[in-house]
């Protein structure tokens, strides 16, 4: 990773949760039968209907686009990486988003979880500093709790080896 600094590790490395593509997927599907019922039952080589098949193929394409790839492009162009010094969350394809935080200044870490995102082993991170930017959010995190766990864990870590304290 290029945005690592010098003798940085990374510790866990992930995604947004493959729930979030749910609903493109469902739509996908929804989309591809909708087309295909449309342009089936437009038979005939009428100019009528040859321009009825083509706005029909490009609002699909526009609702694909927007709704299917969009989506999925977003969640393929976002990380959250949790090193041994910092958290880091990247976001966004054409309008790039980053945000930093530093083990050094965690309060603490909580996180959320909703019925659904329970069933789906998810939720939301909230890592509060002690610095001016405050609180970290970091939406649909797989295995949530293990990801808070694990938070803790490199805190602690990178709190020892601040201090000079060799891990036992």
């Known amino acids: 990773m290029n945005y690592l600094g010098e003798d940085e590790e990374i510790a866990y490395q992930l995604r947004p ?31 009528g209907r040859t321009i009825l098949r083509w706005m029909v193929f490009g ?18 162009a976002t990380s959250y990486v949790l ?3 910092r958290i880091i969350v990247r976001a966004g394809v054409f309008r790039r988003t980053g945000r930093d935080m530093p083990l050094a200044r965690v309060n603490d870490v909580s996180f959320e979880a909703t019925l659904m995102d329970r069933l789906f082993r998810s939720g939301t991170i909230m890592v509060e500093s002690g610095s001016e930017q405050g609180q970290l959010i970091i939406h649909d995190v797989p295995m949530v709790e293990r990801v808070q766990r694990e938070i803790y864990r490199l805190h602690e870590e990178d709190d020892a080896r601040r201090r000079g304290i060799q891990p036992s």
């Open 17 to 47: 949760h493959w729930r979030t593509l749910i609903v493109p997927a469902l739509l996908l599907l929804a989309i591809a039968a909708a087309v295909g019922f449309t342009l089936s039952s437009l038979t005939g080589t009428s100019l």
């Open 59 to 76: 609002v699909c394409l526009v609702v694909l686009l927007w709704w299917v790839i969009r989506p999925f492009v977003n969640w393929l």
């Open 83 to 85: 090193t041994d010094r």
